[in-house]
């Protein structure tokens, strides 16, 4: 089987480039799948993570300007775009094409793989996407819904549209949908448990993660807790921002924002908490590596992926979106409890399992096996 992944870039720490990753080295390493990953901007930098020496890496060169993709100046490289991409697939033969960002890759996908299986995976929100919308212009809504219509004709070209949930599945609403979820990876190196006083969370410095309201919950913690300490991992945009909401509270109980971390698993095994503040998630992957560590969880109910990974009051607690209030009570009561904090803990390393690679890797076979065009196969690999 050969298979084929596109995407921008793996340089930047975030959950697609994760979640991409370690499928590239689970189908190398444990099916024995000939596998590339084709990007578009690497610009020569190294991954964020190890790929396995078994996936063969190529780049197109785009290396698109910063700012909007669709900004005028990018325009000329559209079709340079399009005319590799088409080239480097007709060569390759993938028995499947797949493809993680939603850059203008997204778009001509389907086109320049035309006679090949084609697959979307949707990393995003319509939740996100519809908060973020609300919030633009009345220009850039207008440009945004001109590309939204282009995106959505692509996307009924595509063999399947993978979503992370169901609830995304049902509000995306087409024909080639189907739900496949995230996992977490079994294999990666065991931290032993050293429970500190420590409330942790992982994700990017932006609005939707929610940290001016988990700053905010924080503050009210003040003088009802002794010796805790809050630890949010990520980089990101809004840093300034919510570096200057530090600077105009003061805090009994220290916040930390170190930046972003390589030793993620080593970070959740000293903490004793798993808090996410977000406006809206899809499936976070940071949830399934805090469950897998053993960590209970107090998470906003928002839209639409906690929901979908937490057994309420069993691994961990939902609360109303944006009530920091409610988070922060739950914080509290979580923080007094030793004795419950135990129980959550085992019942998170059990529930976690259901999203084990093996599982989720299986439902992938299952429908590129069942979407795959036999005249595709067994073609002997092209050198580049």
Request: positive net charge.
């Amino acid at each position: 089987m050969r298979l084929l992944y596109l995407t921008d870039q793996v340089y930047l720490h975030g959950g697609a480039e994760k979640i991409l990753i370690q499928k590239l080295n689970y189908w190398a390493e444990v099916y024995g799948y000939e596998v590339a990953l084709l990007t578009c901007v690497q610009k020569g930098k190294p991954s964020f993570l190890p790929i396995s020496e078994r996936v063969k890496q190529f780049d197109l060169g785009i290396n698109y300007p910063g700012g909007s993709l669709y900004h005028p100046k990018n325009f000329g490289l559209f079709k340079q775009h399009y005319q590799k991409l088409k080239a480097f697939v007709s060569d390759y033969k993938p028995d499947a094409v797949f493809v993680v960002s939603q850059t203008l890759t997204h778009i001509i996908t389907p086109f320049a793989a035309k006679g090949f299986p084609t697959y979307f995976e949707y990393h995003t929100s319509w939740f996100g996407f519809k908060m973020g919308y609300e919030r633009l212009s009345f220009p850039h809504k207008i440009k945004t819904r001109f590309i939204k219509a282009i995106t959505r004709y692509a996307e009924s070209k595509y063999t399947k549209i993978v979503l992370l949930n169901q609830t995304e599945f049902d509000k995306f609403k087409k024909k080639n949908a189907v739900v496949i979820p995230n996992f977490y990876d079994e294999t990666a190196e065991v931290y032993p448990f050293e429970r500190k006083k420590t409330v942790i969370t992982l994700g990017r410095l932006s609005r939707e993660k929610g940290y001016d309201l988990l700053i905010e919950a924080w503050k009210k913690l003040d003088g009802k807790i002794e010796n805790w300490e809050l630890v949010v991992y990520g980089e990101g945009a809004e840093r300034q921002k919510i570096e200057n909401q530090l600077s105009q509270n003061t805090f009994r109980n220290p916040v930390k924002f170190p930046g972003a971390t390589d030793n993620i698993n080593e970070k959740l095994a000293k903490a004793s908490i798993y808090v996410m503040s977000s406006r809206t998630e899809t499936f976070p992957m940071s949830l399934l590596e805090a469950l897998s560590n053993g960590l209970p969880v107090v998470s906003f109910d928002c839209p639409s992926g906690p929901r979908h990974i937490i057994t309420q009051k069993s691994d961990g607690f939902l609360m109303p979106p944006n009530d920091t209030q409610a988070l922060a009570d739950q914080l509290l009561a979580l923080m007094n409890n030793e004795g419950l904090r135990i129980r959550m803990s085992e019942n998170a390393i059990e529930n976690v399992k259901r999203f084990s690679a093996k599982s989720v890797m299986k439902q992938w076979e299952d429908l590129i096996r069942a979407n795959r065009k036999d005249s595709a196969f067994n073609i002997n690999l092209v050198s580049k």
